[in-house]
């Protein structure tokens, strides 16, 4: 079955620029998709489709996806912006979510 | 705006059958999309459970498939999940989410509602 991997935590300082990786086999030829999720909220869309914004998501999130990486990339990091960070992908009929990166702003 | 909003028994025994409903409201399920199950485990990652199409095809995870099942009534615009004989690694907060056909993204997600097995 399918997997992607995901750093277990992140740390970048306030202003800063934060980058978490998703690493899959060829997933690059797959749509990758990111989601926050703060402790007890729902998940929350920042990216789809590798590097589309939904409405309403702050520009300082970007994403690309190439070869067997995607990427999520937190310009200006906030103190708010300090989460749980998932990717997703669609392969062969099954939604495969990566383990999740803490994301800690300090 | 979107909403969707998750509603069950908070409690079920183990090997007995999981019921959610998830209801929809400002955008009617025959329009389009997918909508899709996904749980979180206390202290663990989101794990996809499966999608249904409005017009009725499925898709689940394989690790799950022989326990799940996925139907929509677009009559009362809501879509529902049954996840047979639970054990106590079934229990997790379960969310409802609207998604994109095109890579399965959700754009719209349910608050979450937490179901614990337990007898």
């Known amino acids: 079955s399918y997997e992607v991997t995901q750093p277990p935590s992140v740390s970048v300082s306030p202003g800063q620029t934060a980058s978490i990786t998703c690493s899959g086999e060829k997933l690059g030829d797959k749509y990758a998709s990111w989601y926050q999720l703060k402790p007890g909220q729902s998940p929350v869309l920042v990216i789809y489709q590798d590097s589309k914004r939904p409405s309403g998501i702050p520009e300082r999130f970007s994403g690309s996806n190439s070869g067997n990486t995607a990427t999520l990339t937190i310009s200006g990091t906030q103190a708010m912006d300090e989460a749980d960070y998932y990717c997703q992908a669609w392969d062969s009929s099954t939604v495969v979510f990566g383990g999740g990166t803490k994301l800690t702003v300090l | 705006q979107v909403q969707l909003q998750e509603s069950g028994p908070g409690l079920v025994n183990p090997s007995e059958t999981l019921s959610l409903t998830c209801a929809v409201s400002g955008y009617s399920i025959s329009s389009g999309y997918y909508w899709g199950w996904i749980r979180q485990p206390p202290g663990k990652g989101l794990e996809w459970i499966g999608s249904i199409h409005h017009s009725g095809g499925t898709y689940y995870n394989p690790s799950l498939k022989s326990r799940v099942t996925i139907s929509v009534d677009t009559s009362k615009n809501q879509f529902s999940l049954k996840l047979t004989s639970v054990t106590a690694a079934d229990t997790a907060v379960y969310y409802c989410?609207?998604?994109?056909?095109?890579?399965?993204?959700?754009?719209?997600w349910g608050q979450g509602t937490l179901v614990t097995v337990s007898s």
């Open positions: 989410a609207r998604q994109y056909a095109s890579g399965m993204s959700g754009d719209y």
